[in-house]
T-cell receptor, first 109, second 115 residues
Framework: GQNIDQPTEMTATEGAIVQINCTYQ??????LFWYQQHAGEAPTFLSY??LDGLEEKGRFSSFLSRSKGYSYLLLKELQMKDSASYLC??????????WGAGTKLIIKP | GAVVSQHPSWVICKSGTSVKIECRSL??????MFWYRQFPKQSLMLMAT?????????EQGVEKDKFLINHASLTLSTLTVTSAHPEDSSFYIC???????????FGPGTRLTVT
């Protein structure tokens, strides 16, 4: 079956760095997405990786290892507004998104 | 660019009535639209995928006759919750993708409360 695993909840301190991990098992693979979702709002796109390596975009970076079925989202210089759920989603061979359950990130002052 | 709107943003209806939710891509042509449901503190659950001009593909466990999806044009899809019951109360979110771009652009969501 197809499966996405990510931690349910993480806590970090304002100004610090946090890494949210995601492992996936899918029928075929056409890339991995990270979305941010604030409570009561729809998800917003953060990143897309299809090749191995690190993609940096401002305070956020996303890493992919296709051979390990592994990705992480790295958030630097954490701000209180970064408190949200972070959703990992893999695109399978049918180009269907398989969603993880999301990681709730709590930022403390 | 890539803006998706939903209407209404929230709706309260009585049990047994039907509710229609609209999803529009405002500045691009959406070849595929997706409908999700999200219960509090849970992840997104895909309900169905629709391509313009063809019947929607429903996920296992989603009742086709209860959740009617119409994708009449490249910019509009509608979800009708028929004979709504309190257990249908949820956050309904649509998303759209265009052509070979598999990124999904999400609408702001519609919060449905059935009393």
């Amino acid at each position: 079956g197809q499966n996405i695993d990510q931690p349910t909840e993480m806590t970090a301190t304002e100004g610090a760095i946090v890494q949210i991990n995601c492992t996936y098992q899918t029928s075929g693979f056409n890339g991995l997405f990270w979305y941010q979702q604030h409570a009561g709002e729809a998800p917003t796109f953060l990143s897309y990786n299809v090749l191995d390596g690190l993609e940096e975009k401002g305070r956020f970076s996303s890493f992919l290892s296709r051979s390990k079925g592994y990705s992480y989202l790295l958030l630097k210089e954490l701000q209180m507004k970064d408190s949200a759920s972070y959703l990992c989603a893999a695109l399978d061979s049918n180009y269907q998104l398989i969603w993880g359950a999301g990681t709730k990130l709590i930022i403390k002052p | 660019g890539a803006v998706v709107s939903q209407h209404p943003s929230w709706v309260i209806c009585k049990s047994g009535t039907s509710v229609k939710i609209e999803c529009r891509s405002l500045d691009f042509q959406a070849t595929t639209m997706f409908w999700y449901r999200q219960f509090p503190k849970q992840s997104l659950m895909l309900m169905a995928t629709s391509n313009e001009g063809s019947k929607a593909t429903y996920e296992q466990g989603v009742e086709k006759d209860k959740f009617l999806i119409n994708h009449a044009s490249l910019t509009l899809s509608t979800l009708t919750v028929t004979s709504a019951h309190p257990e249908d109360s949820s956050f309904y979110i649509c998303s759209a993708s265009a052509g070979d771009h598999y990124e999904q652009y999400f609408g702001p969501g519609t919060r449905l409360t059935v009393t």
